[in-house]
């Protein structure tokens, strides 16, 4: 009579062995007070390229289930109502899905963006109150101090790592040769709790998750009467601001070349 094998063992260990190695996040979680208990149950949050965009990129969103993504804290947030929405009307008051609609296109050439081509300016403000803090006193609460490349001071968020990534980026930034600084210093601003103009909709900069290179080698399509696309920042800041995760509104058709905004949900993976 041949052998019988149990082969849910290999099976098992199969299938644990191709996530860990496609992952590119693997946390163990366990209960805070784990060192008291005798039987713990031990969770595992894979983070694969293949999740949410959302999911992949905060720390504070867990999962994405039944059309509503799910936070740390167990609260929720609408993911998608299923509207179809104008440009002008996904500006006003996107859901998280349309905030996705258009791809950022990171590390390419600089080109004049076709129309309307503005990936990460569909901002769902709930969303963002729920990363960062639901009002200016929660947001204060999450701020750190940084030194910028001058020796002035800035203020970011140290939630969802937006700290830690422009941390990275002003590090790499002191490596550029000389020419460069004037671009860079001095800065046009960071943290500063406004709304858009001419809008309702609060600013990325109140949240604390945006920066403002040197105005004065910026171009911005609001000043420009010609509405020309205008860029003068070379294409070596861009790129180190993009491999930490932050989109710049020079690849926005409603061009805003001074602006970096922290949005890893649009990179496929940042550094």
Not at 10 to 38: D, G, M, T, W
Not at 61 to 77: P, R
Not at 98 to 105: N, V
Not at 178 to 201: H, N, Q, V
Request: hydrophobic share 35%; no cysteine.
């Amino acid at each position: 009579m041949p052998k019988r094998y149990n082969l849910l063992p290999l099976a098992l260990f199969l299938l644990v062995k191709s996530f860990i190695l496609h992952a590119k996040e693997f946390k163990i979680l366990a209960p805070k007070n784990y060192q008291n208990q005798k039987n713990i149950t031990v969770m595992f949050k894979i983070k694969t390229s293949k999740q949410n965009s959302f999911v992949r990129a905060y720390p504070s969103i867990v999962a994405l289930k039944d059309n509503k993504l799910i936070f740390e804290d167990n609260s929720t947030l609408t993911y998608s109502d299923s509207k179809e929405r104008t440009f002008k009307e996904k500006l006003k008051n996107p859901t998280p899905k349309d905030m996705l609609s258009i791809a950022y296109k990171p590390s390419i050439k600089i080109t004049p963006p076709t129309k309307n081509d503005d990936s990460g300016r569909f901002r769902n403000e709930k969303l963002f109150k729920k990363l960062y803090g639901k009002n200016k006193a929660e947001i204060e609460k999450n701020l750190t101090k940084l030194t910028w490349l001058d020796g002035s001071t800035i203020y970011f968020n140290k939630r969802q790592n937006a700290l830690k990534q422009l941390q990275k980026v002003i590090d790499e930034l002191k490596t550029l040769p000389s020419e460069y600084k004037k671009f860079l210093s001095p800065i046009g601003g960071a943290f500063y709790y406004r709304y858009i103009k001419d809008t309702e909709r609060l600013s990325t900069h109140s949240f604390a998750i945006a920066i403002d290179l040197n105005v004065a080698n910026s171009s911005y399509w609001k000043w420009d009467k010609t509405y020309r696309y205008k860029n003068k920042l070379p294409l070596k800041i861009v790129e180190i601001f993009e491999k930490y995760g932050f989109i710049w509104g020079g690849r926005w058709y409603h061009y805003d070349t001074m602006h970096f905004e922290y949005r890893p949900e649009l990179f496929e993976s940042i550094d």
